[in-house]
C-alpha cells in the first residue's frame, strides 16, 4: 500500500512592495534577487496594473540581461518586443512571452497603447551554469496557443509551462523545468496540482482570497506563497472567487552572483558580462 504525501503547507508568505523600473513604469515588485537562494529557480517577479497611462507609457527602453530567462504574461494590454538580435514581436491579452536571455541580448519594451488598463507579470527564471552561454533566443506564445483545462467543479486552469493532469503547456522544454499556471477559481471551488517532488512551487495571489495546504493558510491578492518542497498543491476558496498564478520549478542549488540585469555564477563571470555588454559583445 502506498502511503499518501501530504498535501504541501505555506512555508512563507512575500507581500509585494511599490516601487519602479524601466523608464518609471509602476509596478509592484513580489521578490527580486537578494532571495534567489531561498527561491531557486526563481529570480525576480512583478506585477504591473495601471489604468493611468503615466504609470507605463514610457516602457522599458533598450537594457541588457546575460545569465537567466525572462517570462511576461499579458493580462491585459499590449507590448511590442525588439531586440538588437533583429527580432521584434507583439504581446497581446493572454499572450506570453519566453525569452532566454543567456550568454547575452539587449531588447526593449514599449507598451501599444496610451490609455487604459495595461495589466501583466514579468518572471526571471536562472539558467545553471552549463547553459548561461547559450544561444539566445524567445517565442512569443498567443493566447490561443495555452490550453484552458475546465474544472469539474467549475474554474478554470491555463496551462502556460509545464501540465496539469495530461494537458501541457506550449512552452518548449526548458533547464527548469518551470511550471506555469493560471488558476481562476469560483467561490467555494477545491483545485489540486501535482507538482513534481522537490521543486519550489510559489502561489501568488491574483484577486480575491483563497486557502492553501492542509492547514489552510490564508493568502490575498499580490501575497506570495513559498510552499514546501513536497506533495500536491492544494487551492481553495471560500464564500469568494480567487485566482491565483502557480510558479514551480527544479532548483540547481549553484552559486548565484547577481548585478543588476546579470545573473551568473561567480564575481569573475559579473565582470565579464558588464566588460561585455560595454564593449559591444552581446
Request: aromatic content about 8%.
Amino acid at each position: 500500500m502506498t502511503a499518501t504525501m501530504p498535501d504541501r503547507t505555506v512555508q512563507t508568505v512575500m507581500q509585494g512592495h511599490a516601487t519602479s523600473d524601466g523608464a518609471g513604469v509602476k509596478l509592484v515588485r513580489v521578490f527580486d534577487p537578494r532571495q534567489a537562494q531561498q527561491l531557486d529557480p526563481f529570480l525576480l517577479f512583478d506585477e504591473f496594473r495601471s489604468e493611468e497611462a503615466s504609470d507605463y507609457v514610457a516602457g522599458f527602453p533598450p537594457h541588457p540581461h546575460r545569465g537567466f530567462e525572462t517570462v511576461t504574461y499579458m493580462v491585459v494590454g499590449r507590448m511590442q518586443h525588439k531586440d538588437n538580435h533583429g527580432n521584434a514581436g507583439d504581446l497581446g491579452p493572454g499572450g506570453v512571452q519566453w525569452m532566454s536571455a543567456a550568454r547575452g541580448i539587449v531588447h526593449e519594451e514599449r507598451p501599444q497603447q496610451d490609455h487604459g488598463l495595461m495589466w501583466g507579470y514579468q518572471l526571471w527564471v536562472n539558467l545553471p551554469a552549463a547553459n548561461k552561454m547559450d544561444v539566445p533566443w524567445y517565442d512569443d506564445i498567443a493566447a490561443t496557443r495555452i490550453p484552458t483545462v475546465v474544472l469539474p467543479g467549475g474554474g478554470t486552469v491555463r496551462v502556460i509551462a509545464g501540465a496539469f493532469g495530461d494537458v501541457r503547456g506550449p512552452v518548449r522544454p526548458r533547464p527548469a523545468e518551470p511550471t506555469y499556471l493560471d488558476v481562476d477559481l469560483p467561490a467555494n471551488a477545491r483545485c489540486e496540482i501535482a507538482i513534481p517532488a522537490g521543486h519550489t512551487a510559489l502561489v501568488h495571489g491574483v484577486t480575491g482570497k483563497f486557502r492553501i495546504g492542509a492547514d489552510g493558510a490564508s493568502i490575498a491578492s499580490r501575497q506570495c506563497a513559498l510552499l514546501s518542497r513536497e506533495g500536491n498543491v492544494v487551492i481553495t476558496t471560500g464564500g469568494e472567487p480567487g485566482r491565483v498564478l502557480v510558479l514551480a520549478g527544479k532548483p540547481f542549488g549553484e552559486p548565484i552572483a547577481h548585478h543588476g540585469p546579470f545573473v551568473m555564477n561567480s564575481p569573475a563571470e559579473l565582470r565579464q558580462a558588464i566588460d561585455d555588454f560595454q564593449n559591444d559583445r552581446f
